[in-house]
């Protein structure tokens, strides 16, 4: 795992540990300070697809990270799905 995770390349999966104290945590080097940095809530929201702040509906911030660790990256998966479906009708 990079040490810290490039901003320029497709990001890791995220797990439901994410922001807590282990080395799955995605680590960043803030473009604007320099400084090292765990992604913000939306940050990981737009990893996978999601509106910014879809995840906020009172719940603690833990459990944010949490809900993106679980998440499926829908559009990935539709267009996943769409591939195969072309492959096999042949075209």
Not at 73 to 89: D, F, H, Y
């Amino acid at each position: 795992i990079p040490f810290p995770d490039p901003v320029d390349r497709p990001a890791r999966t995220m797990l439901t540990s994410e922001s807590t104290k282990n080395r799955s945590t995605h680590i960043i080097q803030d473009p604007e300070t320099g400084r090292l940095r765990l992604l913000t809530p939306v940050e990981a929201e737009r990893l996978n697809g999601f509106p910014d702040n879809w995840t906020d509906t009172g719940m603690p911030e833990r459990q944010r990270y949490f809900c993106m660790g679980n998440a499926l990256v829908v559009g990935l998966i539709q267009k996943m799905g769409t591939e195969i479906a072309r492959i096999i009708r042949g075209e």
